[in-house]
């Protein structure tokens, strides 16, 4: 990789349906906050914004999904709600789907692009009572060995993307030659939450 040049990530974008939450989603989505935890987000901003979405009644359920810098955060983020509210808890563990380029730097090269999967935590934290039989649920003020515990397993589904499209020890990167294409659009994935104005997202 010497003649190359690291180039933009580009992430995809997560939809509510790709979340591993299947067994123990709320039915209705408007009361289904998603909240994107990234290594730059004030968790003071973010936690503020749920708790107050929350407390208004605008919604009954909270996830908080985060990878890479943003997995402590994530943590933190659930830790620090579930103290002012009485939540139903599932910790789960997906993979994110990141293409990332890499520019030539001498002529006659193609552009590589690798296609990776990392890790992504999601919390989901609701204010109704969840099922007793979902895989890992926590009830309200109790402890978890969670964290001890070496975490969740990948959610099936996740798990086998991840042993299909991850490239085996000294593999080559997969090339694709990007000759009359249009740039690559850049990262479209929804943003962190602004450190001056919490976003969130929400389907009516």
């Known amino acids: 990789m010497m003649h190359y040049r690291k180039a933009e990530n580009v992430e995809k974008e997560l939809s509510k349906s790709d979340l591993p939450f299947e067994d ?3 039915k209705s989505q408007k009361d289904f906050l998603w909240m994107h935890v990234k290594g730059g987000t004030k968790i ?28 402590v955060k994530t943590i933190s983020c ?13 910790t789960r563990m997906a993979y994110t789907s990141v293409e990332e380029h890499w520019k030539p730097q001498m002529e006659g090269l193609e552009e590589i692009i690798v296609n990776r999967q990392i890790p992504t935590l999601h919390i989901l934290m609701s204010l109704d009572e969840l099922p007793d039989s979902i895989e890992g649920l926590q009830k309200p003020n109790t402890s978890t060995d969670f964290w001890e515990g070496g975490g969740a397993k990948p959610h099936p589904q996740h ?46």
Do not use: D, F
């Not at 003071?44 to 997995?71: D, F, M, P, T």
């Open 44 to 71: 003071g901003n973010v936690i503020e914004y749920a708790q107050a979405a929350l407390n208004k009644g605008e919604h009954r359920c909270v996830v908080w999904s985060g990878s890479g810098g943003g997995v």
């Open 24 to 26: 123990c989603m709320p």
């Open 78 to 90: 659930a830790e620090v709600l579930k103290r002012s509210h009485p939540v139903y808890q599932v």
């Open 159 to 204: 798990r086998q993307q991840q042993q299909q499209q991850q490239p085996g020890a000294g593999g080559r990167p997969n090339k694709r030659n990007r000759s009359g294409r249009n740039k690559p659009a850049q990262q479209h994935g929804k943003p962190a939450v602004e450190e001056s104005q919490p976003t969130s997202q929400s389907q009516g």
